[in-house]
């Protein structure tokens, strides 16, 4: 089960519309081809609440999202992301992971293209008090015996 082509344009807008493309930062925006056509690759079992997620942003402007003026899918927008719910952490999940995995992002990131595995990210050490408050929680699992 795929997106129809109406689904698509209503993701690309959207998309674009929470992630614009940035000449100063040299990098496309999440309606970017190449990242939508990744987005509608990778869906899988989201694909019903992306489904719905879309219909609900066309509900939003009374219908054909892509085809209304900016200002009317930005005011759809900002009501949808209002409502909240599991629709909208799907979209929003699908969209930014799409994104920050494609390469142009990676490399204006200054991270090199590539999976993490099997060379690692090297990070940044911090502060690991901040972890004091988890390692206090009472045990939340069962042992495996």
């Not at 609900?56 to 992301?81: K, M, W």
């Not at 699908?94 to 990210?121: A, N, Q, T, W």
Request: proline share 8%.
């Amino acid at each position: 089960m795929s997106l129809t082509p109406d689904e698509q344009r209503t993701l690309a807008k959207v998309a674009g519309l929470m992630i614009p493309a940035s000449a100063r930062h040299r990098v496309p925006g999440a309606d970017d081809p190449a990242i939508q056509a990744d987005i509608v690759k990778s869906l899988g079992r989201d694909t019903a609440d992306m489904r719905t997620a879309l219909a609900r942003l066309n509900a939003l402007v009374g219908g054909g999202f892509a085809d209304r003026p900016p200002a009317a899918q930005e005011a759809a927008a900002a009501a949808f992301r209002a409502e909240g719910g599991t629709n909208l952490a799907v979209l929003t999940r699908c969209i930014l992971l799409c994104y920050y995995r494609d390469d142009r992002v990676m490399i204006s990131l200054g991270m090199e293209p590539r999976p993490p595995f099997p060379k690692g990210h090297v990070l940044e050490q911090g502060d690991w008090s901040l972890l004091d408050p988890v390692r206090k929680r009472p045990k939340m699992w069962r042992d495996a015996s």
